[in-house]
């Protein structure tokens, strides 16, 4: 097994930059004082037990759900929360999430279009190209997940592996700079994780800025620079993808890695 | 018992009953179309989930949908004069309550489609980039169409059937020339019955419209 090839500039400032974030939902504090920095090609993997605020944090990152303090920058967007803080208009913040790919763990591809025009929509909706511009895009696009067969199918004739690459070209033809993965692979038969795991592999071996939430210890070890650990809120452990996974410092993170015992050894 | 049929005489009666086929038809229509835009604007509202906007919107739907059509006919006509010194014309009181009661019902229609739609939906469009109108018209709203078409079409065939009440403000609608014939010629059996076809004729081709519409749609998807 080869590492895949590191992108990170150590000058460049940060992709994603995290600063104190907090999240709560009535009275429940799910993020509590969150700080996280990507680097530009960097890849990140989220992990801990469910209800650790890793899926919450990743939505944050996009506005999905608005934080309730701290500040978010992506690149050149930058913005900051207050307890009450609206979210910026409608525009600004189509803008910003447009920057973002997000990967869902249930594909949320749209049922009423078919494969071509779910991977179409960013451009031709989001960004009002013509559909015959960016037929070819969309295409290559289809080519690059392996499912150029596909383009005139509806999402309900597919398998969950072919929907979830179907949702990949799809987030990847508003060409972003970060991709955001929320257990991309949690929903499918154990069969059908690998192809999409593939495609996730292929995007970082050609730089891609990602995040990813996972329970595949394996896949984040691999294919990983970092691994965060996450629990009730708050960063417990943040490190080296492989030194977190095979020699956790924190007895809280080796409690929870000794649930995947086996998975994480080569 | 013994009657003799005898649809003869309704031959005179042509024009009426021509003019009162336009005014249902006319009367469907246009408090359709009224009735849908209230409730499309009623159901966003709702939908914009800003507590002083629900209240006076939920407390409107629920007025016209917990009342009969009758009352509402005969409130608006007779007491808004008294109440607020507004005179209407038959015709526009019975305009605004149908517009208003069908509005109601539409409401609720248009907002559980709307609300039918799956959160992830409306997660992949915003994560897309979509503004909010983006999102509603190329996300949602043909998903959400899908499951109102059916409950709209029952909401209008009971719109056109509804029309019949106007006929308690005078308005010249099809059953109101119907009485009028039958208090001229006492052959009610004869005059109800031709009523009753042709409100039949008018809204079989929509019921089968309906079913049509449903099937394509749901092979769309397929």
């Known amino acids: 097994m080869t590492d895949h090839v590191s992108h990170l500039d150590p000058v460049a400032p940060p992709m994603i930059e995290i600063k104190q974030l907090k999240k709560s939902f009535g009275s429940l504090e799910v993020l509590k004082d969150i700080s996280l920095a990507v680097p530009r090609g960097g890849v990140v993997s989220l992990i801990g037990p469910s209800g650790s605020g890793k899926s919450t944090l990743l939505r944050c990152v996009n506005l999905l759900e608005t934080p309730s303090g701290g500040s978010i920058r992506v690149d050149r967007q930058a913005l900051e929360f207050a307890p009450g803080s609206r979210l910026p208009a409608d525009k600004r913040l189509a803008a910003f999430r447009a920057n973002t790919g997000m990967v869902f763990q249930n594909f949320n591809l749209f049922p009423h279009m078919t494969v071509l025009g779910n991977v179409l929509a960013g451009p031709v909706v989001v960004k009002g190209r013509k559909k015959a511009e960016v037929l070819e895009f969309g295409r290559g696009l289809l080519a690059k997940v392996g499912l150029s067969d596909k383009e005139n199918a509806y999402p309900a004739s597919l398998s969950g592996g072919q929907k979830q690459r179907v949702a990949i070209a799809r987030a990847l033809a508003m060409e972003p700079q970060v991709m955001l993965f929320d257990e991309a692979t949690s929903a499918l038969d154990p069969e059908l994780v690998g192809e999409v795991l593939g495609v996730i592999r292929a995007l970082a071996d050609e730089g891609m800025t990602m995040v990813l939430v996972t329970h595949e210890m394996a896949f984040a070890r691999e294919v990983a620079d970092r691994v965060v650990f996450m629990r009730g809120g708050v960063v417990v452990e943040d490190g080296p993808a492989r030194q977190v996974i095979d020699d956790p410092k924190e007895s809280a993170t080796r409690a929870f890695l000794a649930h995947f015992h086996g998975q994480a050894s080569d | ?222």
Request: charged share 10%.
């Open chain 2, 1 to 222: 018992m013994h009657y003799e049929w005898d649809f003869s005489f309704l031959s005179q009666y042509k024009s009426l009953i021509w003019i009162g086929v336009a005014y249902t038809m006319g009367f469907t229509v246009l408090t359709s179309v009224l009735g849908l835009l209230v409730g499309s604007v009623v159901a966003l509202g709702r939908l914009a989930g800003r507590i002083w906007l629900t209240v006076p919107l939920v407390a409107f739907t629920e007025v016209f949908r917990c009342t009969p059509v009758l009352v509402q006919l005969v409130w608006c006509y007779y007491a808004l004069p008294v109440v607020l010194g507004i005179e209407l014309s038959p015709t526009s009181a019975a305009l605004i309550t149908l517009s208003c009661y069908g509005g109601s019902f539409y409401t609720e229609i248009i907002r559980g489609g709307i609300r039918s739609v799956e959160r992830g939906q409306w997660d992949a469009g915003r994560a897309l980039g979509m503004t909010r109108g983006k999102l509603m018209r190329n996300v949602v709203l043909p998903q959400a169409f899908k499951q109102m078409i059916p409950p709209l079409v029952n909401q209008t065939i009971l719109q056109l059937k509804n029309t019949s009440l106007v006929s308690v403000l005078a308005v010249p609608d099809l059953l109101y020339q119907g009485q009028l014939i039958t208090s001229a010629t006492y052959r009610p059996l004869e005059v109800y019955s031709m009523v009753a076809v042709v409100y039949f004729v008018l809204l079989l081709p929509l019921t089968q419209f309906a079913r049509w519409l449903e099937i394509r749609l749901s092979r769309s998807t397929a």
